[in-house]
């Protein structure tokens, strides 16, 4: 049986069976909701400690979340060659390496080990991949000519690249002196008036399911460029989600990439308490507390199909969120082309620019 990205079931070309994997697996759902209270009465300032008027007073942070797997229902292959560990099903084989094309050996099977907690399933095959990738090579203005004929792909793969999914809650505390400077005149003086406020502002920031990269061999801006993933189809992971795709074993753990996820929020913390101070000429922060908690962080694959196209004996990799179909990626550049281009508004520009100094001479 193999996973059909149509129907999201597993599907037997044979005897036309088809199974509901989340029947198999007994699913369960997720949700949340985010939400804040914030004090807008800015005379109070002093008197109140952080710790108060929260729904939750807790500040320890909550454990990841992951599943093991059990029995010889996974294997993982090594790769000599560039370090990459990949995950399977028992009854998929991986022969080359998702990234840098070398052979892989099998190793031990992952009874016992870490396993995803949640999977965002393959919307898109391999057949729509392959189409909608020679379709994009198309839209090149800059690229070479016989590269937008898209005929060069060496393989595409349908990869499961690790995540963390975190659920943040962000506190934050501000006191701020703000004014409000106002000039009129009266006679033959100019008065300056400004008024002086004591601003008091207080937070309880919920954010849900902040992705992270948990792979060394992807590049986060590669990976960065592929969001936004549609969470509403995401699903408690099961086994037969990996059938015919590979997946790469995670190389940081939850608690190793929790303080570069609480440095990003922190930053979404302070906008948002920023973007409540307005209507002022002057804002000059006094006090500020953040605080950070982890509520939730889930183990999580999510589809990509990468693609290795061969082009002038130099392999170009791209790669495509297998739920949306956005590709990222660096496509050669033609030398003609961009010497064109330069040079077309080059010219266009040289010819406005005389246009204009004959107007504006003549007037």
Not at 266 to 277: G, Q, W
Request: with cysteine; aromatic share 12%; charged share 25%.
């Amino acid at each position: 049986m193999a996973f059909n990205t149509e129907s999201g079931m597993l599907h037997c070309d044979s005897c036309g069976r088809s199974d509901d994997i989340e029947k198999m697996a007994g699913g369960r759902t997720s949700g949340g909701e985010v939400t804040f209270d914030m004090d807008g009465e800015d005379e109070r300032i002093a008197g109140e400690a952080f710790e108060r008027d929260y729904e939750d007073t807790s500040t320890e942070d909550e454990p990841g979340s992951h599943n093991t797997f059990e029995g010889d229902e996974a294997h993982q292959y090594h790769c000599n060659n560039c370090g990459a560990v990949l995950i399977t099903d028992s009854q998929t084989t991986a022969t080359t390496c998702s990234f840098c094309g070398a052979g892989v050996a099998l190793g031990d099977r992952l009874s016992g080990s870490l396993a995803p907690a949640k999977v965002i399933p393959f919307s898109i095959s391999k057949e729509q991949a392959q189409a909608a990738f020679v379709k994009w090579c198309r839209k090149g203005l800059l690229t070479p000519k016989d590269f937008m004929t898209g005929d060069r792909i060496k393989n595409i793969t349908g990869l499961y690249v690790p995540f963390w999914l975190y659920d943040i809650n962000g506190r934050g505390e501000a006191e701020a002196i703000c004014t409000r400077v106002r000039t009129y005149t009266r006679g033959d003086w100019i008065y300056t008036q400004t008024k002086y406020y004591a601003v008091y502002r207080k937070v309880d920031l919920n954010y849900l399911r902040i992705p992270v990269d948990a792979s060394k061999k992807m590049d986060d801006a590669l990976m960065d460029k592929l969001e936004p993933y549609d969470y509403n189809n995401l699903k408690d992971f099961n086994i037969p989600y990996l059938v015919g795709y590979i997946a790469e074993k995670y190389d940081f753990d939850g608690n190793q990439l929790l303080p570069r996820v609480k440095d990003r929020v922190a930053s979404y913390v302070d906008s948002y308490i920023r973007s409540t101070i307005t209507g002022y000429s002057t804002v000059s922060i006094q006090r500020k507390d953040i605080n950070l908690r982890q509520k939730k962080a889930d183990y999580t694959l999510m589809p990509v199909w990468m693609v290795c196209y061969d082009y002038k004996k130099a392999e170009h990799n791209f790669a495509m969120n297998g739920q949306t179909g956005k590709i990222v990626g660096k496509p050669p550049l033609s030398p003609g082309k961009v010497a064109s281009w330069f040079f077309g508004i080059s010219g266009i520009s040289f010819i406005v620019l005389r246009v204009l100094t004959a107007v504006l001479g003549g007037a």
